[in-house]
């Protein structure tokens, strides 16, 4: 399994950005796709984006399409999520996800969790 961590997590105006990382773990890294999912105060677990363990293959919810972008580093055991032009409806927690699996990530699909950071947007 993978160990995961996150940081980069704030509060944030809204139309601002945030850089999120996730630092990882574990043998199985290099070849895991990864990904991040969030979930807002009484809502459940939604994903928001991922990549393939090569990094060229990218998956993202039509919610953050065009403002979030997900990178990762193989080299330094990282993954990023940037996030631009924040809107109020973005504010959540914001989990690590690990799959050895496909990138085409769902909740039932990630192997190893993050313990979330979360981020606000005011308005």
């Known amino acids: 399994q993978v160990q995961l961590v996150e940081s980069g997590g704030g509060l944030v105006q809204a139309g601002g950005s945030l850089r999120l990382s996730c630092a990882a773990s574990g043998r199985t890294f290099s070849s895991s796709a990864m990904g991040w999912f969030r979930q807002a105060p009484g809502k459940g677990r939604e994903f928001v984006a991922a990549?393939?363990?090569?990094?060229?293959?990218?998956n993202y919810a039509d919610s953050g399409r065009g403002r979030f972008t997900i990178s990762r580093d193989n080299a330094k055991n990282t993954v990023y999520l940037q996030i631009d032009s924040l809107k109020p409806e973005d504010t959540a927690t914001y989990y690590c996800?690990?799959?050895?699996?496909?990138?085409?990530?769902?909740?039932?699909?990630?192997?190893?969790w993050g313990k979330g950071t979360l981020v606000t947007v005011s308005s």
């Open positions: 996800a690990a799959s050895t699996n496909s990138y085409r990530m769902t909740v039932g699909s990630v192997e190893s």
């Open positions: 990549i393939s363990w090569t990094g060229d293959m990218k």
